[in-house]
């Protein structure tokens, strides 16, 4: 299994409030992603890094901000959430553009 | 803007019956097209990469396949092992994709004994 842990794995919080999701790799992988999962929308893709401090929006990104201050760690950052961003937030990895990624197990975040 | 549609959205079948699940997308150039399985409460699971249209890969029970519009997920006499969700995501060939991948929604299949 690749080596990439999320954490934590539940979290049960209050609207308004800041969240930090973390996601720990140690395959020493450039790329890095933050998906989240809802029904009916499938995974789709919130922000991504394609090496430290650089880091870029993906489709789904209002409301939340990354950080990457070293290889291994990549940071997703609710500043205040909102029960609409209730979901399974995982964190994927790549060593390379045309190359699987691979996922963490999930991260499930209840705003209530 | 890359699309990726899924069918059928759940799929039952008997243990030992044979099918089909199917990947259509549109894609500004294909770098690859991947397939995972995701069971309950786990990230998805890494299965297939195809990268060009006439491609085919296999792993036990499963075969995929690729033309230039879909992509097929065949399984082959399925055991209930084989259920899960199987998703399938495209990855752009355009400029610096950085990997980014978009997914469909997924098929869920159950097999029963």
């Known amino acids: 299994d690749a080596g990439i842990t999320q954490s934590p794995r539940h979290k049960v919080t209050e609207t308004g409030t800041p969240v930090t999701l973390r996601c720990h790799q140690t395959e020493n992988h450039r790329y890095m992603y933050w998906y989240r999962q809802d029904p009916g929308h499938g995974l789709r893709l919130i922000h991504y890094?394609?090496?430290?401090?650089?880091?870029d929006k993906g489709e789904v990104s209002d409301g939340y901000s990354v950080s990457r201050s070293k290889t291994e760690d990549f940071l997703l950052t609710l500043e205040s959430a909102t029960s609409s961003q209730t979901s399974v937030y995982f964190c994927a990895i790549t060593p390379g553009t045309g190359a699987e990624a691979f996922f963490g197990q999930g991260t499930r975040l209840t705003v209530v | 803007e890359d699309q990726v549609t899924q069918s059928p959205e759940a799929l039952r079948l008997q243990e030992g019956e044979s099918s089909s699940l199917n990947c259509s997308y549109t894609v500004s150039g294909l770098r690859g097209l991947f397939w995972y399985r995701q069971d309950p409460g786990k990230g998805p699971e890494f299965l297939f990469t195809?990268?060009?249209a006439g491609e085919e890969k296999e792993k036990e029970r499963l075969k995929a396949t690729l033309t230039k519009k879909e992509s097929f997920l065949h399984i082959t006499a399925p055991k209930p092992e084989d259920s899960a969700t199987y998703l399938c995501?495209?990855?752009?060939?355009?400029?610096?994709?950085?990997?980014?991948?978009?997914f469909g929604q997924g098929t869920i299949l159950t097999v029963h004994p």
């Open positions: 890094s394609y090496g430290v401090k650089d880091t």
């Open positions: 995501a495209v990855q752009a060939e355009v400029g610096t994709s950085y990997g980014k991948l978009t």
């Open positions: 195809l990268y060009s």
